[in-house]
Structures are given as C-alpha cells and as structure tokens.
C-alpha cells in the first residue's frame, strides 16, 4: 500500500483497528486513547469528533494540536522497517503510533510506552 493510500484513510476506520488490537491482548481502549493523545495533544472530545467525520489518517496528524517532543525517543521496528529511519515526516508520524500500539499490545508498561521514565 503506498504512503497517499494509507493518508487518505478514514480515521475513523483506523481508530477502531488500534483499540480492537489493544483489546485482544488485554489492554482498554482507554489506554489506547491516552497513547493517542500524549502522541499528538488531541483530547477525548476531539478524538470522538474526528471518528464522526471524515478526517483522513493523513489530515489527523497533519492537525495534531501538538505532537509530543518525546515521540523522538521512540525506536524500534515495525513492519520491517526502524521507525527512526522513516523519510516520510507523515509516515513516521503514523509509525509512531503503530510502534506504540504494538507495545501496549506486547504488554509493556504505560509508563514506559509513553516515555515517562528518565
């Protein structure tokens, strides 16, 4: 799938996938949200908002109120590839959250997914 196909996605396509993969392994949705906004300074109500529209998966971060300064400090590979590495500032941006998901999914703690320790 190419970078503009991932972008114009819904968001509220998207959004469901990263709960329900949470939900499998145990966490909440409530923990997927708290990802969410540390990531990108979004808050509940404005999630909810953008999962009744139409915002793309592109325009969600592109609007991101504030995009946290510790995302930077996430490392790692998801599908395949260093998110660290990753060119497209968009597609990192969207990588970000794809590596944080998979960690809450892997068990990890929130306080280490979120970059809380020193």
Request: net charge positive; proline share 4%; glycine share 6%.
């Amino acid at each position: 799938m190419t970078n503009e196909k991932i972008f114009q996605m819904p968001f509220s396509k998207i959004y469901p996938l990263l709960v329900a993969k949470a939900l499998k392994k145990g966490r909440t949705a409530d923990e997927v949200q708290e990802i969410v906004t540390w990531l990108t300074g979004y808050d509940a109500s404005d999630i909810e908002q953008m999962l009744s529209d139409a915002t793309t998966y592109g325009t969600f971060f592109q609007k991101a109120p504030k995009l946290n300064p510790n995302r930077k400090r996430i490392k790692g590979t998801i599908c395949g590839v260093r998110v660290e590495k990753i060119e497209d500032p968009l597609m990192q941006e969207i990588r970000y959250l794809d590596k944080l998901i998979d960690e809450l999914a892997k068990g990890k703690a929130i306080e280490k997914i979120l970059r809380k320790e020193n």
